[in-house]
């Protein structure tokens, strides 16, 4: 299938990089997976999915498929997670991590899934709908093969809630003025539509919960921060030349000093089919 996921930044066609970045992006995901503040947000999206023993569950966009397993743990060996992802490079990844639970690992595209209507029992969706071209569409499809009564978790960034301090100011927005639509997506605003959009589709009982995690160091930040990393190869930013060094030298000065910050805040909104 051709995946709906298209866009600029390394996370939207992790198949099309070169050898080097897709290194960096796949163990940017499993870097992503243990650090503590998306480790928060997953702890708040579980407990507002509710998953239960036996229940048949869709993992869209399941990376190395952490959450998936999770989840398999939760629906026991009566239920079984679907990991579906529009990478098979990633997929491949996710079926050398696997630890025999009731996961089944798939690759495809989550706006077009090779699946029944209503055959799912809930939906965990994390970060996937800022890179697809249409995520109006993609959340019908997500509705679509979910039984009435079924829960969809959905986990968003909110790109424009990203902020800085310890860092000249004036430097960080025209950083960010360059590297919007490339280390981050065009749909930078996703997280706090995503209730909105759920409203608009029909779901019931919607619940919004922001999740503002907090990074109060570059090595911290830089997993997943892309525009703090300093193994992000030059080549791959957009910024003028000596902007890149320029900014990286003063992240790592404030590291140094103990006043680097930087904040961001990860959208959960779930709803009930109805």
Not at 182 to 189: G, K, S, V, Y
Request: charged share 20%; hydrophobic share 45%; proline share 5%.
């Amino acid at each position: 299938m051709e995946p709906a996921q298209k866009d600029r930044t390394p996370f939207s066609d992790i198949d099309g990089l070169s050898a080097q970045m897709s290194e960096i992006v796949l163990d940017a995901l499993t870097e992503m997976g243990r650090h503590p503040e998306i480790q928060r947000v997953r702890r708040v999206a579980l407990e507002m999915l509710r998953p239960m023993t036996g229940q048949r569950l869709l993992d869209a966009g399941s990376g190395s498929g952490e959450v998936a397993r999770v989840l398999a743990a939760r629906v026991g060996a009566d239920g079984e997670v679907l990991a579906v992802d529009h990478s098979s490079a990633v997929t491949a990844a996710a079926v050398g991590r696997h630890d025999g639970s009731n996961v089944r690992y798939l690759t495809g595209d989550v706006a077009a899934l090779d699946m029944p209507a209503d055959s799912v029992d809930g939906v965990w969706c994390e970060r996937v709908l800022q890179h697809v071209d249409d995520a109006d569409r993609t959340i019908g499809e997500l509705l679509r093969v979910t039984r009435p009564g079924g829960r969809i978790c959905l986990v968003d960034t909110d790109w424009g809630s990203l902020a800085f301090d310890g860092m000249p100011g004036g430097l960080g927005a025209v950083v960010m003025a360059h590297v919007t639509g490339h280390f981050t997506p065009r749909q930078f605003d996703m997280g706090r539509t995503l209730r909105r959009r759920l409203v608009g589709a029909g779901l019931r009982d919607v619940v919004a919960t922001p999740v503002t995690c907090l990074f109060a160091s570059p090595a911290s930040a830089a997993v997943v921060l892309p525009m703090v990393n300093p193994r992000v190869p030059a080549d791959a930013w957009a910024t003028p030349p000596g902007l890149r060094d320029e900014w990286l030298a003063c992240v790592d000065a404030a590291g140094q000093s103990g006043t680097f910050l930087a904040v961001l805040t990860i959208w959960v909104v779930v709803g009930t089919k109805a």
